[in-house]
């Protein structure tokens, strides 16, 4: 049974074994579902081949549909700084160091239940280029009672669009972390706090 990967971005890695198809002449005289893999490269096609599938009941040959890790080129660090029950500071660093303009930013931190596929301001980040992005977060981890700071590594993706139609997206780094120093209350006239 033939497998096939949709590569929209033609960014997937090719392998000797695969039938590449990046043209509608190859796909017309290779795609017979004979070979064992095929990889193909291109939104129309990709798309051309789905609908093609689903006519003939076949979706199921459809084994991966890539979206591009940009983890190397797109570095996203996130560092989190709480005290107490006060709002925290969310500070966002995307480095661009591809050579595409990003749009459309989507952020995802597993740790935080309130920042799943959160849409960051409107900005684009040019090639080469980067920005410092600051939100303000109210909810987030409380710490047990018996500690009185805490740090927990972050980890999450963005996603953006590049290129008018295409997907991409990269993991937090491993700088992405979350710092909550409680605060508690000394006892003492003019309620003065000890951390």
Known sequence: MSKIILDPTG????????????????????FTLNHEYYLIQGKALCNWTKEWLRVWNKLDLIIDTNKQDFSETVIVNCVVKCEGLKPG????????????????????????????NVK???FIIPPQDQIIHQITISEYPQLPPDKNTITIPLSGKIS????????????????????????????????????
Do not use: A
Not at 14 to 30: A, M, Q
Not at 100 to 111: A, D, H, P, Q, R
């Open 160 to 195: 953006f669009g590049f290129n008018d139609d295409h997907l991409g997206e990269s993991k937090l780094g491993y700088d992405s972390y979350l710092t909550i120093k409680q605060i508690y209350n000394s006892g003492f006239q003019g309620d003065l706090d000890d951390f």
């Open 11 to 30: 960014s997937y890695p090719r392998k000797n074994h695969y039938t590449v198809i990046s043209t509608e002449v190859e796909w017309l005289k290779h």
């Open 120 to 122: 960051l301001s409107e």
């Open 89 to 116: 500071e969310l500070t966002i660093s995307i480095h661009n160091y591809d050579q595409i303009t990003l749009s459309n930013l989507y952020l995802t931190i597993n740790e935080l239940p309130n920042f799943q």
